[in-house]
């Protein structure tokens, strides 16, 4: 089932306005991310689910050191698209609703692999980042 970048552009963008509250505030950050590793844990084990979840964990870390200002080298407007990325992988009620098994998945796989391509090169920066910071590599996404 294919789903357009004009649907998932859509979907992202009528969670930009919360997603722009939840960066301005490490609480509200806190917050997402907590709820975020609840339905991780909950996503099952196959390899392409965890290829996703890998992507997932990655922006949360991204979003939390942004929040807590140890990594401020990315636009605003990239955090703001990827915690409205993590806003809809959370909602149950979306493309197509999380309660059908596996099939609910689709969509929030389509969309953070689109939020991922779009953000890649802050990703990728992030990602080098991590990796040189000798007291934040284990970063974990809730505390």
Do not use: H
Request: proline share 3%.
């Amino acid at each position: 089932m294919a789903i357009s970048e004009e649907r998932i552009e859509k979907s992202l963008a009528v969670r930009g306005a919360k997603a722009k509250r939840i960066i301005s505030s490490e609480k509200r950050t806190s917050q997402l991310l907590r709820d975020v590793e609840r339905k991780m844990n909950s996503a099952g084990s196959n390899r392409k689910v965890q290829a996703v979840i890998d992507y997932v964990r990655l922006m949360g870390k991204m979003l939390k050191c942004y929040a807590k200002k140890e990594y401020t080298e990315v636009p605003a407007g990239i955090m703001i698209a990827l915690a409205a990325c993590l806003l809809y992988f959370l909602s149950p009620v979306d493309i197509l609703p999380d309660f059908i098994p596996f099939i609910g998945f689709i969509d929030d796989a389509a969309v953070i692999a689109y939020s991922a391509q779009f953000a890649k090169a802050d990703l990728d920066a992030f990602r080098i980042w991590l990796e040189n910071e000798e007291n934040i590599v284990d970063v974990e996404i809730s505390e």
